[in-house]
């Protein structure tokens, strides 16, 4: 039979019971607001019990079997599916966001308004070519105008660091992280190797994992002896058991050959291109090629050459109010004995030709020449040999810098007209504005330094030309409405301002998207977290009901040990006496 | 279904930003009366925004091209009306010349008023505006016409500028709907005999007052006609001008409505409806209330109130 003193140890089990549910009860209250904690229940089960032999079995009182964490596993991958998918969406949804702050169209100070005001400057110039003050108000506009292209392709840089920079912290995030979900590995598999399950670890471990995956996606598995396996960008190993591999984030600048203008990460040495997370999300808003910063970057250089192209083709072959005494091309060539169209100009001369006019003081022609120009072959120093060959005191140099200076003779002038090889332009000759795409575009020095070299006119097939002629300021205005004015990369035609509303059109497509996107994955990611809560969270609630059921079984253990102690008693008292 | 303390707080808060951000955006509406609070709110309508912009520049600057023309024009005509009415006096003086009653010394007065009639013609053709000499074709720097003077200081002859880069040249302007207009009245076309003219004024002047100075009534009597032709030339020219004019009015009339019409469109584009903004607005207010006096209601109750 069994004795009554084990009477006495399953009522002392009973209360241990009791007070260690009442213990995690309290814990669950004391961490109903840590993040990523999860709720844990004690489980108890009967004790193996007394063998009665053909009477059956007596029972002996309560066991704490384990202390579980209610932890849906299920939940935990959907969870950090959706949250690494939001968090590349995010962060696209931001750089797009940024870029449209930056272009800030449509509105009436930005790039769009500039251009129109730049053509309108041409108009006033087509009505009052004469006059000097419209003169220096188109200068100002070409000013405005390159300096919108300037604060655009700033920002665009800007956004480049800045997103470098988030991808460096975030590579040190993702590497503490590591560690620590390696160092979690080790402490988890030391604290469970003699059985039971280490919970407020495993709550650790989870959370940096969801942090991890918000940060780079990637998956986990858990291996035996509980420690789990990350592995990211498909199949690279982040942490494997206690071991941690270093993520390392690389810039390359533009003339990289392998990864141009770009940011890239290395994982034990091979590229990493993550699937999801925060990092995908700035790896792709930095380096992809169409769309976010270098897309919208590139697009914005193909309108500022376009229109350095355009206009200085027209300005190159006209004339202002006076001829030139003295011209300097702004883009120098590799070398001056290298043919012109691989000289690594901004523009490439094609086969054709163009005049050159000489003055003297009262502005009769002196002397011309048209100077033939095979692109293949001729070089600045022919080119220079030639415009020299012109006469009537004409000179021109090749300097040290690589660029061609031309002189008119004491006391007169020169000018160039009727380009048809695009050399001048190409050159930098007697253009309107300088440079070749949104970061070098400038008024050309020659307009810099004079407005009376505004080409408002035209010279005549002799070099005859007059002041108040205004058929080139309104060849420079119809720019505005000309169909071919720019050239796509895919091959396509269109104006200026329809190209600015597409990309305006395109950026606002892509953002509205974007915002789609996240809104889209918010709301997913929104019902798992809130799932997550109601399966694993804790509901003050239902702990304050288990305080007192366990309240209750405390008090009724403890009355049975009375008991218990009354019977003992009894036993003494009676058979003592 | 397990509802936590976290999932109550969470789905609170995220309701609350939500009915928070939707007062925002109609607040932003009404106090800035702008439908977009960025392009990508409604992408294809900004794409949209920016050409009208662009061509409402373009409108607004062909017609600010339009009257600077209509003014130019205007002053030529003017200088052109003081002009046939001179020539109108030349043509009276030479009719004068040819009758038999004039004595020599008359015609001498008559050649003498006929000089002081050339003198104002040419002040005439050199006539200024702000944007240079009137008559100057596209040389409007440098006066157009310039006199030879004979020793006792009259005029004997009359030089112009050269034709192509001078007096015959067009100024043209652009005017909305990219209609092209030439601005100018080159002299060539009032004074010389440049085809489609026929008469040289100058030198017909010139010729009728030595004439008339040397009693040679026969070649004034010829000379008559060429006067008329020359009435008819400034006549065809000031018809010219004058229908220009019109039709530069006609263009800037139908402009205007083509500026409402554009103007109308940006702000269907980009202005809110104040009265819809405002009473969606008051909408948002009423939800974003009871969403908070929803909140206190539910984060007040607790089991442990009713413990004990």
């Keep these: 039979m069994i004795s009554i003193l084990s009477s006495l140890t399953m009522a002392r089990r009973a209360l241990q019971a009791q007070q260690a549910a009442i213990q995690t009860t309290g814990h669950n209250i004391a961490n109903a607001n840590t993040p990523g904690y999860t709720r844990q229940r004690v489980d108890f089960s009967p004790s193996f019990p007394f063998s009665l032999g053909s009477a059956g079995s007596l029972g002996t009182g309560v066991d704490v079997k384990v202390v579980t964490r209610l932890r849906d596993l299920m939940l935990d991958s959907q969870f950090r599916d959706a949250h690494q998918a939001l968090g590349q969406q995010e962060v696209e949804e931001a750089t797009l966001a940024q870029i449209q702050r930056l272009v800030n169209e449509p509105s009436a100070n930005g790039l769009g308004s500039a251009m129109s005001a730049l053509f309108a400057s041409f108009q006033d110039l087509a009505n009052s070519p004469t006059d000097l003050s419209v003169r220096t108000v188109v200068r100002a506009k070409a000013q405005a105008l390159a300096d919108q292209f300037h604060r655009l392709d700033d920002g665009f840089e800007r956004l480049k660091v800045d997103l470098n920079n988030e991808i460096l912290v975030d590579v040190k995030q993702v590497n503490g992280l590591a560690q620590q979900i390696a160092g979690l590995n080790r402490q988890i598999a030391m604290a469970e190797g003699g059985g039971g399950t280490a919970n407020d670890l495993r709550d650790q471990r989870d959370q940096a994992l969801d942090e991890i995956s918000k940060l780079v996606g990637g998956s986990v598995i858990e291996e035996t002896g509980g420690q789990v396996r990350v592995t990211v960008g498909g199949g690279l190993t982040l942490v494997d058991g206690q071991t941690s591999v270093p993520l390392v984030a690389e810039l390359f600048n533009a003339s990289d050959p392998t990864y141009p203008d770009s940011a890239r990460l290395f994982l034990g040495g091979n590229l990493l291109m993550p699937g999801g997370g925060r990092m995908a999300g700035l790896l792709k808003s930095r380096n992809s090629a169409s769309g976010f910063v270098k897309g919208f970057q590139s697009q914005l250089d193909v309108m500022a050459k376009n229109l350095v192209l355009d206009i200085n083709r027209l300005h190159a072959s006209g004339i202002g109010l006076q001829g030139l005494t003295t011209l300097a091309s702004e883009n120098a060539v590799t070398g001056p004995a290298v043919a012109l169209n691989a000289a690594g100009l901004p523009f490439t001369p094609v086969d054709g030709s163009f005049k050159v006019f000489v003055y003297d003081p009262s502005g009769a022609v002196t002397a011309s020449g048209t100077i033939l120009v095979s692109a293949g072959t001729t070089t600045l120093t022919d080119l220079a040999a030639a415009i020299g060959g012109v006469g009537g005191g004409l000179t021109a140099t090749v300097g040290a810098d690589n660029k061609l200076t031309i002189t008119a003779p004491a006391g007169g002038t020169f000018t160039l007209a009727a380009d048809t090889s695009d050399t001048l332009v190409a050159l930098g000759l007697h253009g309107f504005f300088g440079g070749s795409d949104a970061r070098t575009i400038a008024v050309s020095n020659s307009v810099q330094a004079d407005v009376r070299t505004i080409a408002a006119a035209t010279p005549n097939s002799t070099g005859a030309f007059s002041p108040g002629d205004n058929s080139n300021a309104l060849a420079l205005a119809g720019l505005q409405n000309d169909s071919t004015a720019i050239t796509l990369p895919s091959g396509g035609i269109t104006t200026f301002g329809a190209y600015l509303s597409g990309l305006v059109s395109d950026l606002a497509e892509q953002e509205a998207g974007a915002k789609r996107s996240v809104s889209l994955h918010t709301t997913m990611a929104d019902f798992l977290t809130t799932r997550r809560d109601q399966s694993s969270g804790v509901s003050l609630d239902e702990e304050m009901t288990d305080l007192i059921r366990f309240q209750k079984a405390y008090e009724a253990a403890a009355h049975f040990t009375n008991v218990v102690n009354d019977l003992l008693g009894t036993l003494m008292n009676k058979l003592g006496s | ?308």
């Design chain 2, 1 to 308: 279904m397990r509802i936590t303390s976290n999932a109550i707080f969470h789905q609170l808060t995220a309701d609350i930003n939500r009915a928070a951000n939707r007062v925002f955006e109609r607040q932003r509406q009404v106090a800035s009366s702008q439908r977009m609070a960025t392009a990508s709110d409604d992408p294809i309508g900004a794409g949209l925004a920016v050409s009208l912009r662009e061509s409402l520049a373009q409108l607004l600057q062909a017609q600010r091209n339009g009257d600077q023309v209509e003014a130019r024009l205007q002053a030529s005509q003017g200088v052109l009306t003081d002009f046939l009415s001179v020539l109108g006096d030349v043509k009276d003086l030479a009719s004068r010349g040819v009758g038999g009653d004039m004595s020599s010394s008359d015609r001498q007065d008559l050649a003498t008023q006929v000089n002081q009639k050339l003198e104002q013609l040419l002040t005439d053709a050199n006539a200024r505006s702000i944007d240079g000499y009137l008559f100057g074709g596209t040389q409007t720097t440098v006066a157009p016409f310039t006199a030879v003077r004979g020793v006792n200081g009259e005029i004997t002859a009359v030089t112009a500028n050269p034709l192509g880069t001078g007096i015959a040249g067009q100024v043209n302007a652009e005017l909305p709907g990219g209609l092209r207009v030439v601005a100018n009245v080159p002299g060539s076309t009032v004074f010389t005999s440049t085809p489609p003219q026929t008469v040289d004024i100058f030198p017909l002047l010139i010729t009728v007052r030595d004439q008339l100075r040397a009693g040679n009534v026969a070649g004034v009597e010829l000379n008559l006609t060429n006067l008329d032709t020359a009435v008819d030339q400034v006549r065809v020219v000031m018809a010219d001008v004058g229908s220009r004019i019109g039709r530069i009015r006609d263009i800037q009339q139908r402009s205007q409505s083509d500026l409402l019409t554009l103007k109308g469109r940006l702000s269907m584009i980009e202005d809110a409806d104040i009265a819809e903004a405002s009473i969606e607005f008051q909408q948002a207010q009423i939800v974003y209330q009871a969403a908070l006096s929803a909140a206190s209601k539910v984060m007040q109750i607790n089991i442990v109130d009713f413990l004990r």
